[in-house]
């Protein structure tokens, strides 16, 4: 009796402490796209962040918004928001990482996955890192925890709830590590296809 009540508390603990010594999330929603070739440039397959975000479990964010419309406008931010978003994704983490979303086609454009992929990046307080991919199957729990905390980090900054980000520096170096790693996973899964040709367009007189 006493070594169940051992294991009871140990397992009580072990699964809510697991979330406590995370220190921060990291959370990017992007899409593969291409930079077409001229006739002096040979064309780029690239990563397009549509939001890129640092948070921690009290829901403080730094966070960076890209939209097209139709210019590029790209903003960096800090938000709060409720810490409850976060904690139900996070409860998730072990479901995502059963069901591992693998890169599994091109389009011919040069666009990768209709819909937009996401990428968790858990940092514990003793330094250790996991990530988590994943994008829209079907409706599910996990789909509604993400669609939540990505349109609320959207909703702050659309509505101007947000300070402008002072460190833009340290910010930008940690979403330039997401996307390089991002963009090794991704090709090593799947590689990428050829870059289409130059077409030069000639006029006849």
């Not at 999330?25 to 397009?48: A, M, R």
């Not at 966070?63 to 938000?79: D, G, I, R, T």
């Not at 996401?118 to 599910?140: A, G, H």
Request: hydrophobic content about 35%; charged content about 25%; some cysteine.
């Amino acid at each position: 009796m006493n070594k169940l009540l051992i294991v009871l508390i140990f397992l009580t603990f072990g699964c809510s402490s697991n979330q406590q010594d995370i220190r921060s999330v990291e959370l990017i929603c992007y899409n593969w796209d291409l930079k077409y070739p001229t006739e002096s440039f040979k064309g780029e397959f690239y990563i397009q962040p549509k939001l890129y975000s640092i948070l921690n479990l009290e829901g403080d964010n730094q966070s960076y918004v890209c939209e097209f419309s139709p210019n590029k406008n790209e903003v960096y931010f800090h938000s709060k928001i409720d810490s409850k978003l976060l904690n139900d994704l996070l409860k998730f983490l072990p479901e995502i990482d059963e069901n591992k979303a693998l890169v599994h086609s091109y389009k011919q454009d040069g666009c990768m996955e209709s819909s937009p992929m996401f990428r968790l990046k858990v940092v514990y307080f003793n330094n250790e890192e996991k990530y988590y991919q994943y994008y829209f199957k079907k409706s599910n729990n996990i789909d509604s925890a993400i669609k939540k905390l990505y349109v609320t980090l959207k909703v702050n900054q659309v509505e101007g709830k947000y300070e402008k980000m002072r460190d833009t520096l340290s910010f930008a170096k940690k979403k330039k590590a997401i996307i390089a790693f991002s963009m090794h996973t991704d090709t090593l899964l799947m590689p990428l296809p050829p870059l289409p040709k130059y077409n030069k367009v000639q006029f006849k007189k």
